[in-house]
């Protein structure tokens, strides 16, 4: 095996999705803490000196206690370069999640033991099946009372339609939970309370090894060789195929307060989740293991260091070994890009990449120059696809208090939308900015963020308008007249692109009978 492969073969980047309070970020806290990547829950280790950097690092994650940026964490573990990606658990912020989970193979789906299947859970999901996204559940806090581990299963079955496979079983649950059975590799995990390792794993030969009766009482004993045997025979038989096809899920029980089933789910990682795999663009598949460096930005982030105004590209390698100080090819300007310093990541501590292979994430300082969907390559035109920008539900109409600072607050929303926090509208006629959003949330965080990153207080106000399309057609005549037959209603967007704002439904439905030679996009590739 070439050099090259080796290390492609050994990366895993993954994402974490979850319903808010499954404990997601708790689960990935302790990921990091068992890949050496952190000395304590909540504390990244820095160079130098202790650091309080968490994973939910922007001011309103800590405030609400939620997730509502994606954030990129690297460590190693078991020979194996995990890219860990932590997105939104918050619904209003599912177009960060569904962009974050272009960049992966693989996910874990973090579940609640009390609470199964949510909303949020089933939302996600779908975004994962529509990219076939092999998915390893997590049944979290089995140190709580909570629903029956074969209703968990049935749940998940019967609500995502997705076959699981229990790859290891609880023994108890609550203050009775002692530990876990490995299903797969026939061995033993105990919780031993109290203690933070919980690296205590006894080597079985089967559910019938006497060792059982001696670690075990013999009430937990007996339901556990019960219980086993029934699981597996209601379930289907784990086969990697079909995992990886995203047809099957393996399942595994823990409580991640407890450090209790996250090193098993590491190495299930290991075992199961694919290495990085052939990317799709509008020319060609294109193949992790080719020479040549190619990838797409998947995610823009802004002032994740307030005192330096940075500006920080999320890019997802897809071919080929890339060193610093690469010279790239920028596809969408067609300029050459310099790569001076991209970055390693762990939430928004950083460190700079000598060189990053094939399913790395790394970070690309820039001063507006890349943008979501962006590709660059060593040359080839390469305009990678699924990258999709979605019209917003929800409009309002934004101002500065202090009208001296209109453009300044221009200035912030530009580099917000860039971002992907919301998207902006400028109206051909009059001079006010209209934001839209898809989750209610959005607006508020938008406000905080233009307000403390940008030092200009907003205002926001009910728009009276309904909806916003991007509209497009196969003659640029037609668009032109389109434009000038309703000028009103007419804004660009921040590429400047053209979008047309109804007013209420049926005026968009009126407006798209009258016009049928022109396309109005729920949807928008932002390659394009």
């Known amino acids: ?30 990921l990091l803490l068992f890949g050496g990547a952190i000395q304590m829950a909540g504390a990244v280790k820095a160079r130098g000196k202790a650091r309080n950097t968490q994973s939910d690092w922007m001011k309103v994650e800590a405030e609400r206690g939620i997730s509502v940026s994606s954030s990129v964490m690297t460590y190693e573990y078991g020979g194996c370069a995990f890219n860990l990606l932590d997105t939104p658990g918050h619904a209003d912020f599912s ?17 609640d033991a009390a609470k199964g299947i949510e909303n949020q859970t089933r939302k996600l999901f779908e975004v994962c099946r529509l990219r076939d996204i092999p998915i390893i559940t997590f049944i979290n806090k089995m140190d709580r009372d909570g629903r029956d581990p074969f209703e ?4 998940i079955e019967e609500s995502l339609a997705l076959d699981v496979t229990p790859a290891s079983w609880p023994i108890g649950m609550g203050r009775d939970f002692l530990g876990c059975y490995d299903v797969l590799g026939d061995r033993l995990a105990l919780l031993e309370k109290g203690k933070t390792d919980q690296d205590h794993v006894e080597e079985c030969a089967g559910l019938d090894d006497p060792k059982l009766d001696a670690l075990l009482p013999a009430g937990a004993v007996e339901k556990l060789r019960e219980e086993v045997p029934l699981a597996k025979g209601l379930c289907q038989e784990f086969d990697l195929g079909t995992f990886l096809e995203g047809h099957l899920s393996p399942v595994f029980f823990g409580s991640a307060i407890n450090n209790f089933g996250v090193r098993e789910l590491l190495k ?28 797409f930005v998947f995610k823009i982030q802004a002032n994740m260091d307030p005192k330096h105004r940075d500006r920080i590209a999320f890019f997802r390698l897809s071919s080929g070994r890339l060193k610093r100080g690469m010279k790239l090819h920028h596809v969408r300007s067609g300029k050459p890009f310099n790569l001076h310093n991209p970055l390693l990541f762990l939430a928004q501590d950083r460190a700079t990449a000598e060189d990053a292979w094939a399913g790395d994430i790394i970070g690309i300082p820039n001063h507006g120059s890349l943008r979501i969907g962006d590709a ?14 979605f019209a917003p539900e929800l409009l309002k109409t934004i101002r500065p208090e202090d009208p001296m600072r209109a453009k300044h607050l221009g200035r912030a929303l530009r580099q917000l939308a860039e971002e992907g926090v919301a998207r902006i509208f400028r109206p051909q006629i009059g001079n006010e900015w209209i934001i839209g959003a898809i989750g209610a949330l959005q607006f508020e965080v938008l406000a905080d963020r233009i307000r403390t990153e940008y030092d200009v207080p907003a205002l926001l106000e009910a728009s009276a308008l309904h ?10 005549q037609t668009i032109k007249k389109f434009i000038k037959a309703n000028s009103t209603e007419i804004a660009e967007d921040h590429d400047g692109h053209p979008v ?3 007013r209420n439904a049926w005026r968009m439905d009126q407006v798209v009978k009258d016009w049928p030679g022109v396309r109005f996009l729920k949807t928008k590739e932002q390659t394009r």
Do not use: C, Q
């Not at 909806?467 to 003659?475: H, Q, V």
């Open 1 to 30: 095996m070439s050099p090259l492969n080796a290390e492609i073969s050994r990366r895993r980047t993954f994402a974490i999705i979850s319903h808010p309070d499954a404990g997601k970020t708790t689960l990935t806290e302790k």
């Open 95 to 111: 177009e960060d999640t569904y962009r974050t989970l272009t960049a992966v193979d693989s996910a874990v789906m973090v579940l």
């Open 152 to 155: 968990l299963l049935e749940d």
């Open 268 to 295: 299930g990682l290991i075992a199961m989740a694919p290495p990085p795999t052939p990317r799709a663009t509008e020319e060609r598949l294109v193949s992790p293991g080719e020479e040549k460096v190619s990838g």
């Open 376 to 389: 660059l390559t060593e040359g080839e035109d390469l305009k990678f696809t699924g990258i999709p920008s």
């Open 467 to 476: 909806t916003a399309r991007w509209i497009e057609a196969d003659e640029a």
């Open 500 to 502: 047309f704002l109804a």
